[in-house]
């Protein structure tokens, strides 16, 4: 595995590589693949001889508000092919970018395997006046700390080790707070490295005619497709056109009006889990219900917002439901919160009640990218036992799982192309036996086409994919 790097002019580098329309062929139908002939070359004009580079691919016409994501095919001797399929007619532009590059991902997960996460989280240690804060990791490996506790029984199993306080009078049972820290595993070279350098660059320009080619855009209602179908799907699941996502996998079964919700919902429990794009799937759906979000009532009162929260109408028999993922989980570096607010996810739902139709959504991604995917695994595998647990005493039951997306954010550090592939893999063989029961929800097709760059998925897309995820358990 690669553990450092020469310099920056060492790496592929988009300006000096051979991007081009295979036979350039700049006029094709609606339903063609798009063929993109990629030859990597780095800073200094020399050609690459290996692959692992993660690229990207994709059509986009900003005045018709349509895009759609391709694939990359890595050949491993420094050549790769992209496909892209026209899916409307028009002018698009093909764009070509590098997400990854082999250096960082090696790096990183050589960094992440040795220290068990690229960015250290803090506990805060409490009794009468006195204080102190630790680093904290998923492993006892943190620069400078000799003497440890394990917090693993603590985070439901989860492994979870943090520095020793070293005043006499503190002891592990005195922690109290827990936040994200600001340190880092890697070091300075190795962080400029992996900082995001989303990079774009126009290959040229496509002219998509209409004729005999069929986009494939689905007349099926999501409702009547299976579970099954949904984690078999191939690329592009789906396009933007009008500002509009039009999947290919199936049409929404449901409209986002308080009617069809209203109807949907009630008597069945609805718990979403995750992490602050969960978060934004919740909120407006609260909303579009009338209904009036209490975080923390009958738990932890405290600042923080990333707990346990609720939003219910008895009358009307709605019961909605979040709550964030176990440790680790970055919140604020400014404001410290109680550890108690996290509980793992396979408690929450073995609290969920029996002998009824519960609607239960799942997601891990942005805070487990910055650790191992043995790690991640392990938090699924726990959920999915008590999916299990949750068919058998409510076999009713829908079960959701939403898989990552894309951001570009030149804050992280993260390879985020390469995690997504490693932990989509996961959540399939972790689901295989249950995929006739669990819907596997993409989101990487639509924010890879609409070019994503914040943490968070554009605002106006939450209510898109929470009515396109709903549509297969709503009609």
């Known amino acids: 595995m690669i553990t450092d790097f020469n310099n920056s002019l060492s790496l592929v580098n988009i300006s ?22 990629i030859d990597l070359y780095n800073g200094e004009g020399e050609r690459t001889t290996r692959g692992g580079d993660m690229l990207r691919v994709w059509l986009k016409e900003p005045s018709r508000h349509a895009s759609v994501s391709g694939y990359v095919i890595d050949h491993d001797n420094g050549s790769y092919t992209g496909v892209v399929k026209a899916m409307w007619a028009g002018n698009p532009e093909l764009m070509f970018s590098i997400a990854n590059t082999k250096e960082h991902i090696g790096i990183f997960m050589n960094i992440v395997h040795k220290y068990g996460l690229i960015k250290f989280l803090r506990a805060r240690f409490m009794k009468g006046n006195l204080t102190e804060i630790t680093l904290c990791s998923i492993i006892p490996n943190i620069p400078d700390v000799t003497d440890y506790c394990n917090f693993t029984t603590q985070n439901f199993n989860f492994s979870f080790f943090c520095g020793k306080p070293k005043h006499m009078n503190l002891d592990c049972k005195d922690w109290v707070l827990y936040a994200a820290s600001s340190n880092y595993s890697c070091n300075t070279k190795n962080k400029s ?40 799907t191939s690329n592009p699941t789906g396009y933007f056109y009008n500002d509009t996502w039009r999947s290919l996998i199936c049409k929404p079964s449901i409209s986002w009006k308080y009617e069809s919700y209203d109807k949907c919902l009630k008597n069945r429990p609805v718990l979403i889990t995750g992490d602050s794009t969960t978060r934004n799937w919740y909120v407006p759906l609260t909303k579009l219900l009338n209904l009036t979000i209490s975080d923390g009532r009958h738990e932890i009162k405290d600042a923080a917002w990333q707990k346990f929260a609720e939003a219910e109408n008895n009358e009307k028999a709605l019961s909605l439901y979040w709550t964030p993922h176990e440790i680790p989980f970055y919140g604020s570096e400014r404001t410290e919160q109680n550890k108690n607010n996290f509980r793992s996810i396979a408690s929450r739902i073995d609290d969920l009640p029996g002998q009824k139709s519960v609607i239960l959504i799942l997601h891990w991604y942005a805070h487990l990218a910055r650790t191992t995917p043995q790690q991640y ?19 009713d039951s829908k079960i ?35 995929q006739h029961r669990v819907y596997f929800i993409d989101q990487w097709d639509a924010t890879i086409a609409n070019e994503n760059f914040n943490i968070h998925p554009e605002a106006s897309l939450d209510p898109i994919m929470v009515n396109f995820a709903f549509s297969f358990i709503c009609k």
């Open 193 to 232: 490295l992996m900082r995001n350098r989303y990079i774009r660059k126009k290959v040229g320009v496509v002219n998509v005619l209409t004729g005999s080619g069929n986009t494939g855009e689905s007349d099926i209602p999501c409702h009547d497709v299976s579970s099954y179908l949904t984690w078999h």
């Open 16 to 37: 000096t590589s051979v991007i081009t329309i295979r036979n350039n062929t700049s006029e094709v139908r609606i339903g063609d693949d798009v063929i993109v002939d």
């Open 377 to 395: 695994r392990e938090h699924v595998t726990s959920a999915k036992l008590a999916v299990v647990r949750l068919l058998k005493r409510s076999p």
């Open 400 to 434: 959701l799982v939403k898989g990552p997306h894309s951001y570009t954010h030149d804050y992280f550090v993260e390879p985020f192309d390469y995690t997504s592939r490693i932990y989509i893999q996961i959540l399939y063989e972790e689901f295989k036996d249950l």
